[in-house]
């Protein structure tokens, strides 16, 4: 279950070592904005070095590299592919071009060290009003890509408005931002909450990003992945909703049933796909659930 991505600065051992024992559910080891120029070698070494040395557990390993104007883009991949690294994000993403940029970077890197072939994902950054344009282009270009991220402060900086705590500006850019990831059949994943202190602030943004359909967060802050998962955090009436589903799914292929109802309605196949999601969010939460309950095949 992905619900919040922190992001970790690449030239901080210290965080890239605390990130094995942080609740987020993704880590993205940051090489490109936290990063100064003349520290990118040694960043991209040491983000390495983590990859390779410690134990992250069950956590996704993401780094975020360079964009593709700037000179680092080639070593960051062969690097932290190399180093295995499970995705790469590839930030200030303007359409398909980008992406199968890297994706036939990837295919090269891959097949040059006998790494199976499409094993590194890739998580596309969204970041100006081109790419909310182009962001379905971006999503389809590629099997690669398995998630759609917004940036919230570089897409307000290119729209020209003010970033706001309530993100009225960025409504529209968050919602054809779903939409496109949708359509694509893979992850939406919102704009990180940039005030480290807000916590509340942090967990009324998630919770209307939750509301829109979003399936997680980014971080820039490891206090705010109590907040996000907390938003996450299906109610005990949903829960019970969505065991309900699976039940009378499974009793109805035990009695060979076409149909499925429940509570005199029929039950199809997006809503108990919304009860897995809903179950997998419960146990991702820590919610105690019956032993019996099942999933849908």
């Known amino acids: ?159 020209g408005c003010p970033r706001t705590k309530e993100g009225t500006e960025i409504l529209y850019s968050r919602s054809r931002l779903l939409i496109a990831a949708r359509a694509a059949g893979i992850e939406a994943v919102d704009t990180p909450f940039t005030d480290a202190r807000d916590e509340d602030g942090c967990y009324a943004d998630t919770v209307f990003a939750r509301s829109l359909g979003f399936d997680g967060k980014l971080s820039i ?14 109610s005990q009436e949903t829960v019970a909703f969505a065991l309900e589903v699976i039940e009378a799914m499974e009793m109805a292929k035990r009695e060979r049933r076409g149909a499925v109802s429940l509570r005199g309605k029929m039950i199809d196949l997006p809503v108990v796909r919304q009860a897995a999601k809903t179950l997998e969010l419960a146990r991702a939460s820590g919610m105690t659930l019956p032993e019996k309950e099942g999933t849908p095949s």
């Open 1 to 159: 279950m992905r619900r919040s991505y922190l992001f970790l600065p690449g030239n901080q051992p210290t965080m890239l070592q605390n990130g094995a024992v942080l609740p987020a559910d993704v880590l993205i080891f940051d090489l490109e904005d936290s990063v100064a120029p003349t520290e990118k070698d040694a960043a991209r070494e040491l983000v390495a070095s983590a990859l390779r040395s410690v134990d992250y557990g069950e956590r996704v390993l993401a780094v975020r590299i360079n964009d593709l104007e700037k000179p680092y883009v080639k070593k960051d991949l062969e690097t932290v592919v190399t180093a295995g690294a499970h995705s790469v994000m590839v930030p200030k993403v303007t359409g398909a071009r980008t992406i199968q940029h890297v994706a036939v970077m990837l295919d090269l890197i891959e097949e040059e060290y006998d790494i199976e072939k499409g094993r590194t994902k890739i998580i596309a950054l969204i970041e100006t009003a081109l790419g909310i344009e182009h962001a379905f282009d971006a999503a389809t270009s590629s099997q690669r890509v398995e998630a759609l991220a917004l940036g919230g402060e570089d897409l307000c900086a290119d729209l």
């Open 221 to 234: 802050s490891p206090h705010h992945l109590r907040p996000i998962h907390r938003a996450f955090m299906p």
